[in-house]
T-cell receptor, first 109, second 115 residues
Framework: GQNIDQPTEMTATEGAIVQINCTYQ??????LFWYQQHAGEAPTFLSY??LDGLEEKGRFSSFLSRSKGYSYLLLKELQMKDSASYLC??????????WGAGTKLIIKP | IAGITQAPTSQILAAGRRMTLRCTQD?????MYWYRQDLGLGLRLIHY???????GKGEVPDGYSVSRANTDDFPLTLASAVPSQTSVYFC??????????????FGPGTRLTVL
């Protein structure tokens, strides 16, 4: 079956670094996406990885290991506005996204 | 219009009633999607359309239907609503369905309650 696992909730301190992990198992693989979703709002795209390694984009970085079926999203210099849910999604062989339930990130001052 | 719009923003509906959720995009994207989002679950694909004139079933299509008469519009219809269809519904679009870097853009969502 297809499955995406990520922690339900994480807490971090403003200014710190947090790593949100995601493991995936899908029928075929065409890339791994991370989206951010603030409460009551629509998801917005953060990153896409299809090759192994780290992709850096400002304060956010995303890592992929295809052999391990594993990805993480790294958020640096955390700000209060980073409080949100972070959704991991794997694109399967039909180019459909299979979504994890999301990780709610709570930032404390 | 900028991006994707959905209507209504929210709706309370009696069970058994018919309801159409509207979705319009102005980005000339080929592919469009309907998802539902429930607490504790990931986004689940209801139906999709890779291009105008074609539609396909997603993970949870039962009780829903869609049409794609043109590029911009992708309405979702609940023929006879049931309480288990209470959810937040998101419409999304992407430039293409087949490309691997297929970033999807989401509408603001419709919060539907079926009583």
């Amino acid at each position: 079956g297809q499955n995406i696992d990520q922690p339900t909730e994480m807490t971090a301190t403003e200014g710190a670094i947090v790593q949100i992990n995601c493991t995936y198992q899908t029928s075929g693989f065409n890339g791994l996406f991370w989206y951010q979703q603030h409460a009551g709002e629509a998801p917005t795209f953060l990153s896409y990885n299809v090759l192994d390694g780290l992709e850096e984009k400002g304060r956010f970085s995303s890592f992929l290991s295809r052999s391990k079926g594993y990805s993480y999203l790294l958020l640096k210099e955390l700000q209060m506005k980073d409080s949100a849910s972070y959704l991991c999604a794997s694109m399967d062989s039909n180019y459909q996204l299979i979504w994890g339930a999301g990780t709610k990130l709570i930032i404390k001052p | 219009i900028a991006g994707i719009t959905q209507a209504p923003t929210s709706q309370i509906l009696a069970a058994g009633r018919r309801m159409t959720l509207r979705c319009t995009q102005d980005m000339r994207h080929n592919a469009m999607y309907w998802y539902r989002q429930d607490l504790g679950l990931g986004l689940r694909l209801i139906h999709y359309s890779n291009t105008a004139g074609t539609t396909g079933k997603g993970e949870v299509p039962d009780g829903y239907s869609v049409s794609r008469a043109n590029t911009d519009d992708f309405p979702l219809t609940l023929a006879s609503a049931v309480p288990s269809q209470t959810s937040v519904y998101f419409c999304a679009s992407s430039d293409s369905a087949g490309g691997p870097s297929n970033e999807q853009f989401f509408g603001p969502g419709t919060r539907l309650t079926v009583l």
